[in-house]
């Protein structure tokens, strides 16, 4: 559960019920008033070494940007939802490249505006629509505080189109257990090699918690996915990926495993990453490694084309061998 070391909220979420909930839920927390969720100039000005304080902050605003991108893997288009940011600290965070080291938690509280948004565009168009909800931040994390995932789930299961996906790293599942979701919700677990999750996903479930919540998923009657995300080629990568195979294939109901989908997602990395987490966890491990990585874009590395397609070709072929029914969406 994440107690937050302070409260920084915009005034005008006073007007919304959720923001009225939020801080009568943490009247005895430290409130300071901000003008802009975007733009705390205390925030903006600590130091990369205060990066896991700064995470300790909880952030509540008004979302104002509504714009729907289109997507063309497991969603029609990725949506603005409810929260941005994270209490978990993944050192390969594609937040951490948008937001640097303010990708602490912010939650929005006009959550009636987004979800109306949706079912309006969702019941215009003449095919179903699936929008991802979960892309700028982890709902499941988020529906501890907020009860926001319940909420959605609720108001959306009876619409007459659509449905929705996102993504996670949690096992707290329970409370979505007993709902009427109407198979309308695609929840996707994202896993690693436990060695994995210990030295780099920082503040996410451990392994075995992720797979018993898909199968309590599962028995809800939820679709799943599971995330290979994101692979990081460390030196003994082919024993690490081998044995999470392995480990799903034994730890998975057969129902999980007879109607699972998969998604394989190779790591990015940025400058921004190394700056952050040099100061903030000098301990931990480098991700970036120039043998294997090559510069795309503006401060950013990717797996070099050889080393990449050689590790597809692996893990296709361990997926064959482990998982030989079941549809693997994409390999990016």
């Not at 969720?37 to 205390?42: F, G, Q, R, S, T």
Request: net charge positive; aromatic share 10%; glycine share 4%.
């Amino acid at each position: 559960m994440f107690n937050p070391k302070a409260i920084y909220y915009e005034k005008e979420i006073k007007n919304y019920e959720l923001g009225q909930e939020l801080l009568k839920k943490y009247q005895d927390i430290p409130q300071i008033v901000i003008e802009n969720h975007n733009n705390i100039e205390e925030m903006r000005k600590k130091k990369n070494s205060e990066f896991i304080d700064i995470k300790r902050n909880l952030i509540i605003g008004i979302r104002k940007t509504h714009k729907f991108v289109e997507n063309h893997k497991t969603s029609d288009y990725l949506v603005p939802y409810t929260s941005s940011g994270c209490t978990a600290m993944c050192m390969y965070c594609y937040l951490v490249c948008n937001y640097n080291k303010c990708a602490y938690l912010r939650l929005f509280v006009n959550r009636e505006q987004m979800l109306e948004k949706i079912i309006k565009t969702s019941e215009k168009s003449e095919k179903e629509l699936t929008f991802e909800i979960g892309s700028n931040s982890d709902l499941i994390l988020e529906n501890t505080i907020t009860g926001n995932l319940v909420w959605t789930i609720e108001n959306f299961a009876n619409t007459k189109k659509g449905k929705l996906t996102l993504p996670t790293k949690f096992e707290m599942v329970n409370d979505l257990l007993p709902l009427n979701h109407n198979n309308k919700i695609i929840i996707r677990m994202s896993v690693n090699p436990e060695e994995i999750i210990n030295k780099v996903e920082f503040g996410t479930s451990r392994l075995h918690g992720r797979i018993q919540a898909i199968n309590k998923l599962v028995e809800a009657g939820y679709r799943i996915g599971i995330l290979i995300a994101p692979v990081i080629l460390l030196e003994n990568w082919k024993n690490l990926y081998t044995e999470l195979i392995q480990i799903l294939n034994k730890e998975l109901s057969e129902k999980s495993k007879k109607m699972a989908f998969f998604e394989i997602i190779f790591m990015t990395y940025s400058y921004v990453h190394t700056k952050i987490n040099e100061e903030a966890f000098p301990k931990a491990i480098d991700l970036y490694n120039k043998e294997v990585m090559i510069g795309r874009g503006r401060g950013k590395y990717a797996y070099k084309l050889e080393v990449r397609k050689e590790a597809e070709k692996y893990l296709r072929e361990q997926m064959q061998k482990y998982f030989p029914n079941n549809i693997i969406e994409y390999i990016v």
